[in-house]
Structures are given as C-alpha cells and as structure tokens.
C-alpha cells in the first residue's frame, strides 16, 4: 500500500480534508491536475506585480466554519484581513450607501439615507439571525433527514412563528426582499448579492440565499493577505508538514477499482494504491471520466449542470479606482454591488435564458489592493468585476472565443459610468468566460458551483440521491467538493465533512 488515503484534486475542499487526514496521523497523497494547487482558489501573477485570483475572492463562508483555528493555518503563512464596509451600492443618479459589519452602524447609515430603511434592515436582521446560524450548522454536518428535522426542532429557527416564516423560506429570494424593503434601491444590493449563487430573484424555495444575510454581520467577509490562494498554499504546506505529498501537474486518468473497491488511482501511467480514495473533483469528472465504465452509479446521469452564469474581468490598473457616486477609499474597500434595481438581474437573465450574454449586466466589484499592498506594485490596483448572467452555450452558433473581448468590453463599460477615467488606468487583463472556466479551472459548463444550487441538488440530494454523506457507492472511495453537500463557494465545510466521515470509517479499522 502506498499511501493510507490518496485524494484526487487540489482544489480547497480536497486540501481541508487532506489536512484533517495528515493531521490524524495518515500519510496523504493528493494528486492535482494543473500546475498550482488551489482550483477555484488559486493566485498567480498573470501581469507582471499584479497578482490575479483566479477563482473565488470573498472569503465569507469560511469564516463561519472552525477549519482555520482547528488546522492553525496561521502557522502555515494564512493571514486573513477583515474588509469594513462589506458592502457598497453605488447608484448612477450619485446615490450611495454602504453596509458595515456593525449592524447598529448599518441601520443608523441606512435610516439617515431612507427614513424607515434602518428599521427594516434590523427587523430582517434579527428575525432571522437564528434561522441563518441553524442553517450554517447543517451546513457543518453530513446531510440526513433526522439531522436537519433535529435542527429545524431544537436549532434556533426564525424569530417569526414557523407558519409565516416557512413562507419566507420557500419563496424566491426576490419577494422576500420586496417584503422588507420598500426602497428600490436597498433591495437592488441584497437582490445581486444572493444571485451569486446562479438562481434568478423569481425562483420558488430559495428564500434562504437571502435569509443569510444575517451572518456577514457575524463572520464578516475577509481576504488572505497575498491573494485568494494563499489559503490552498497555507492548507498544502499544512499537509507536507504533517508527512504528506502533494503533486501537481499530475493528472488522475483512472479510479482503479478491485472487487467493488476503490483501491488507487493511475498517474500519467503510474499506479498508487491506497485504503482509500477521495475525489475532490467535480462529480462529472469523478463519475463520468475516472470511474470505469462499469462502475458509473445510474445516478450520475441526472446531475444538473446547468448553462454557466457568470463572468469575470480581472483588470490591472497603474491607479485606484474612484467613484463619481462615494470618491472616498471606503468605498474601494466594501465589495461593489453595483446593480440598478431586482430589475436590473431579472433583465439580465432574460437574456441568458435565450442564450445571449447580457447587455446590461450587474456587476460586483472588489479591488482589494485597497487592503493589501502585496497585490499590485506602489500605486497600482487590482480591479475584478464579477458580471451575470452569461450562458456557456450560446445562441446562434455563437463561440466564446469570437465574442470574449466584445463581451468584457460591455462588462468595462458598465463599471466606466460609476467610475469614469477606469479604461485609461489598464495595465492588463484577464477575461474569464464561462468556457474559459471549463477549459482552465475543469468546471463544467463554466458552473463556478460545480452543479446548480436548486433546492433538488442540495442537502441529501448533492450530487445525487444515495451518494450525498461524502461515501460514494464503492467501498473505500469518498466524496468531497462544491458537487457535494453544502455546495459551492469558499467554505471548507465540504472538505471537512468528508473527513469526518474518512475518519470514522479509517479510525474504527485501526482499532
Ligand atoms: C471566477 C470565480 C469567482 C468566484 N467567486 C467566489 C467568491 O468570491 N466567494 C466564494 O465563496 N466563492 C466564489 N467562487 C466559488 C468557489 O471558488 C468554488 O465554488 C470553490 O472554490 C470550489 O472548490 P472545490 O474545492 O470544491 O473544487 P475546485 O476548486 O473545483 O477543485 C477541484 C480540483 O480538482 C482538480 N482536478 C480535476 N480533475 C482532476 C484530475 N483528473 N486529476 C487531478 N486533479 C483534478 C482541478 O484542477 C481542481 O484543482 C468563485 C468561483 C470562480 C470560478
């Protein structure tokens, strides 16, 4: 036996759960395709001085969950740098205002802009603060219907009795904001900002994509000094520090698999056995490319994937950025939610939904070297302007490759008209695509969450009913990963789960 676990994918989650492992006491082998480790959580200079993330930015979910403290990532180089505002919506009349991590700031700031506003913010706040914490919670255990029954009874549920609440929770996110909110401009930043998760403000049950709200006022959002992937960096140094080897550019072209049994892996060729294997790839990959023919579950065949929804520029510019709307540096700081009205994304997806990309998109905006001067030479600024909705199959024969730079020059004029001077300040750029997304980072049809995150591929049912609490169907093979429960974005939980479970089942055989 060559190692005692070997893990598939260096992307964050398969990074935690290698941590937990190494640190455990097994001998960890992960294998990663590309050059650096990291996946959707990786840094590189793409421009010279300029440091460009490559995937995810805002770290908010993590800092939710132990994994930083519990795996003392601080001690392997992780240095995270809290952002205050958390937000800012710029509007184009001039208007603006800003959402701090202190809710009492929060409400006074929001009241002395919209009389009443202040109010309704901490009314939606409190009512659903437990709600919001009890969600987080089963987002930090293995799915299962008497889990999520037990926190629904005896986690803290909404302030509101649970018949009118439960009424919230399975609307779509938009008619929950319109409930609260009257001003069309403080809904416009809470509508964007839960449309990140890929579904439109119209589409019943996900009422909790906003009802989250409450806890970026709990764990706040922050960023790793250095970039985005010096948290993969952090988790890769942890791994080799507890015995374990991490290897890039090695691509796993096979699950090898004896007698119903995940035994290893095939390397460029090479064999590696292991007690057992976990894939922290997307469950495409895993399913329908690594796994032998005879070994593919039937219900790998229905996973949503969806149509792609979102594209990045990554901008390197010689100067700050400045808006007509706020031209002070807080509002460098907050992440942008430059977006019109709920309005404004429905339109664009409209157009997503015919196969075009927007013409007029929203935008979040984050120049981060407004708090980290490691990311662009003295005086410079890193610019990324996130942009929905953007489908990878486009109408009329339509290529990416044709129409990319088209494309980010609509996304560039959009933020030019809150921050006008921003097109003569370039240095370089990056456009990433929804076919770029696939092609580089191996997420399907450019899904940033790996499947869509709709009420029928979540909890029990990611990635597939009967393979959702990270144990796969073939002995010895695990799951972990944004195609599993609770799905994407920067949050470890995944990873974390599926050590739980690793170690359960690797602990009770060394007894
Ligand atoms: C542009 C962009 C912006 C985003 N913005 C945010 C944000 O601001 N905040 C947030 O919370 N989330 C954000 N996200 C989402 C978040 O980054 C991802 O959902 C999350 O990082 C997925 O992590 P993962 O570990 O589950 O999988 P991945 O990062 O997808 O890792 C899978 C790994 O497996 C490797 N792999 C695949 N096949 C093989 C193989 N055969 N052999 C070996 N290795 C293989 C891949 O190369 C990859 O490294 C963003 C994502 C993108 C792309």
Redesign the pocket.
Known sequence: MDYDVIV????????VTSAYLAQAGYRIAV????DI?????STKEIIPGYQFD????????IRLTPIVEELGLERYGLEYLDLDPLFFAPFPDGDSFFIYRDLDQTVEHLDAKFPGQGVAYRRFIEDWRDFARTTRDAFLTAPSPFELGKKAVFGGGPKRPWAQALRSIIRPYGDVVAEYFSEPKVQAPLVWMAAQSGPPPTEPLTGPFVLWQPLYHEGGIARPRGGSGMLTQALKRHVEAHGGDVFHS????EILVEDKRAVGVRVQGQTYTARAVVS???AI?TFS??LPEAHRPEGSRYMRVGNGF?A?LRLALDAPIQYTAHPGDEARVALQLICRSPKQVLSAYGEFLQGRPSSDPPIVAMSFSAVDDSLAPPGGEVLWL?AQYFPYELADGAQWDDIGPMVAETILNAFEAYAPGTKDKIVGQLF?HPLW?ERE???YRGN???LEMSLDQMFMLRPFSGMARYRAHLKGLYL????THPG????GA??RNAARALLKDLDRKRL
């Open positions: 598939i994918g260096a992307g964050h989650n398969a990074l294998f990663e395709r590309r480790v990291g996946g959707a959580v490559l995937g995810g930015s805002a770290h908010i979910l090695a691509p796993v072209e922290g790839t997307h990959e490319r690594l979102g990045i996130w990433q997304l980072l191996g997420l940033v969450m790996h972990t990963g944004a195609s994407g974005g920067i949050m995944s990873g």
